[in-house]
């Protein structure tokens, strides 16, 4: 079992920045991939970032170049840095570790981004 508490959203003025943080516990996420997902009011569940183990990363377009998904594996946490912020960022944002099949999700952090 893989337990993922995330922290870090609230609420900013568009434009402005926020960092997430995920942090594991129960089993050491080096081996996992690791991702942020978001889900907006009355939207499904969408992939925002994505990090291997090898830290390669991918991005949803809509926040490609905005946004950066990393990992400390000796922390045992990963962290989603955004920038430029946008109304349409707003949502609730959940981490997503997965290896092999095998999937754990954590409780979901709000961001609001409104003026």
């Known amino acids: 079992q893989v337990q993922l508490v995330e922290s870090g959203g609230g609420v900013v003025q568009p434009g402005g920045s926020l960092r997430l943080s995920c942090v594991a516990s129960g089993r050491i996420i080096s081996s996992y991939v690791m991702a942020w997902y978001r889900q907006a009011p009355g939207k499904q569940r969408e992939l925002v970032a994505s990090?291997?183990?090898?830290?390669?990363?991918d991005y949803t377009d809509s926040v490609k170049g905005r946004f950066t998904i990393s990992r400390d594996n000796a922390k045992n946490t990963v962290y989603l840095q955004m920038n430029s912020l946008e109304p349409e960022d707003t949502a609730v944002y959940y981490c997503?570790?997965?290896?092999?099949?095998?999937?754990?999700w954590g409780q979901g952090t709000q961001v609001t981004v409104s003026s």
């Open positions: 997503n570790s997965r290896l092999g099949p095998w999937e754990y």
């Open positions: 990090i291997t183990i090898g830290t390669r990363t």
